[in-house]
């Protein structure tokens, strides 16, 4: 998105939008759990537990830590990583506050179309 059209959203929006289009990959999901259940950061074991080649683990990887949600550090030639514990619970919380939001709609509200009715 370029500069001056994020100019327009507010910070809160601009970090849900982040944490949302990290969340937005099945593979990034799926890093994420495997990571959240583990003690101690993860090296080269990722691509071992997932069906996709190195190189798509890398991108995955490096998506998840432009948003925040990761980190990693470099041990010899491997690079692990872990939950950054920080982002993580402001992605928590953040990602809560939008869900809690929605106030339950009239019922009449974009009810479903009944079939009595025709579109020319």
Same mark, same amino acid.
């Given at each position: ?28 999901v ?21 069906? #996709?080649?190195?190189?798509?683990? +890398? ?8 948003a925040?949600? *990761?980190? $990693? &550090? ?15 619970a402001?992605?928590?919380?953040? #990602?809560?506050?939008?869900?809690? +939001? ?10 479903? *179309?009944? $079939? &009595?009715?025709?579109?020319?």
């Amino acid at each position: 998105m370029e500069l001056t059209k994020t100019r327009t959203f507010t910070q809160r929006d601009l970090r849900t939008a982040r944490y949302a289009k990290a969340l937005a990959h099945p593979a990034r999901v799926a890093i994420l759990r495997l990571l959240a259940q583990r003690d101690s950061c993860v090296c080269g074991d990722l691509v071992d537990e997932l069906p #996709l080649a190195q190189s798509t683990v +890398s991108q995955h990887l490096k998506e998840l830590k432009e948003a925040g949600l *990761i980190q $990693g &550090t470099i041990a010899g030639t491997n690079v692990c990583y872990c939950i950054d514990p920080k982002e993580w619970a402001m992605a928590q919380r953040t #990602l809560v506050e939008l869900m809690a +939001s929605f106030r339950k709609a009239d019922a009449a509200c974009c009810a479903p *179309i009944t $079939g &009595t009715e025709t579109d020319n």
